[in-house]
């Protein structure tokens, strides 16, 4: 069984972070030229966490899995999501759940030799190409709890004013 709490933590703590980002009193002075926005960076999370929901889906269901982040980097599809979730608050829901979802299928419900399902994998990141191979389920969830997500929570803290930056790490 997956430990799940390190996955837990993480999706909090971006939510943490995002809630500091929508806080009237800590107005964000904007991303820096080229970077995403809070809820730009939010819909990316909501679609990666999606599709890891789907993959794992696929696996627990005995079908081929694949995993491609390529939707998630698509401006469109971003701000589609963006407009359907009804902007940052419905985003932070979106992904609070989703990863309640993620957290719950992973940990009781996906089988040891089932989390080391090797998947297709393709991950891009500014139009490199990080990882083209065959991935266990299992990394796919690692990866989100202590690269993906922290990368992103440190991401949206970084659109706050110095004060509140301190504010919300402390």
């Known amino acids: 069984m997956l430990d799940t709490a390190p996955l837990r933590d993480a999706y909090r703590a971006l939510l943490d972070a995002a809630a500091a980002v929508a806080n009237p009193d800590h107005p964000s002075p904007g991303p820096p030229a ?17 599709a ?4 794992a889906s696929c696996v627990a269901s ?17 701000e589609r999501l963006i407009a359907r979730a009804g902007g940052q608050a ?4 979106r992904i609070r759940r989703h990863g309640d ?12 030799a089932e ?3 090797l998947v297709p994998t393709l991950l891009v990141s500014h139009g490199t190409v990080l990882v083209d191979q065959l ?3 299992r990394e796919l969830m690692t990866g989100l709890a202590e690269v993906e997500l922290p990368t992103h929570t440190q991401q949206l803290l970084s659109l706050l004013p110095d004060l509140a930056r301190a504010e919300a790490t402390a």
């Open 101 to 112: 979802c993620l957290c719950a299928l992973s940990g009781p419900v996906l089988s040891e």
């Open 52 to 55: 890891t929901i789907a993959t």
């Open 115 to 117: 989390l080391d399902t």
């Open 62 to 78: 005995g079908t081929n899995a694949t995993y491609d982040n390529r939707m998630a980097l698509d401006t469109w599809t971003i």
């Open 135 to 137: 991935v266990p389920l």
């Open 90 to 93: 419905g985003l932070r829901d």
């Open 34 to 50: 080229g970077e995403w926005n809070a809820d730009q960076i939010l819909a990316h999370v909501a679609i990666v966490t999606a």
